[in-house]
């Protein structure tokens, strides 16, 4: 298995294509949300210079799950998008 990380604004091109689409196909056609896509490739709005992404790869070279992070110190999903995952504490 080989593990790839990196920043959204330092992907090269092609990864960073393989990675929506990795999306796509897990979030769109597997679990059915509705999100928006173009080009069956997944990107939102977090989808910024400042995520980081984790990938791995099989031995073929194809994405087999794909990581996303996110600093706190600017809005990120679960703060924005689950806040009802965080209503007896604080979000971090």
Known sequence: MLCIISKRDELLPRLAK???HYRYKVFVKHLGWPLPSSDE???DEFDGPNAVYVSSHNENGL????????PTTEPYLL???????WEKTIAP
């Not at 994405?63 to 996303?68: D, F, K, Q, T």
């Not at 703060?79 to 995952?85: G, Q, R, S, V």
């Open 18 to 20: 393989n990675i929506g």
């Open 41 to 43: 490739v997944e990107l």
């Open 63 to 70: 994405i087999n799950g794909v990581a996303r992070l996110l």
């Open 79 to 85: 703060e924005k998008i689950f806040p009802f995952l």
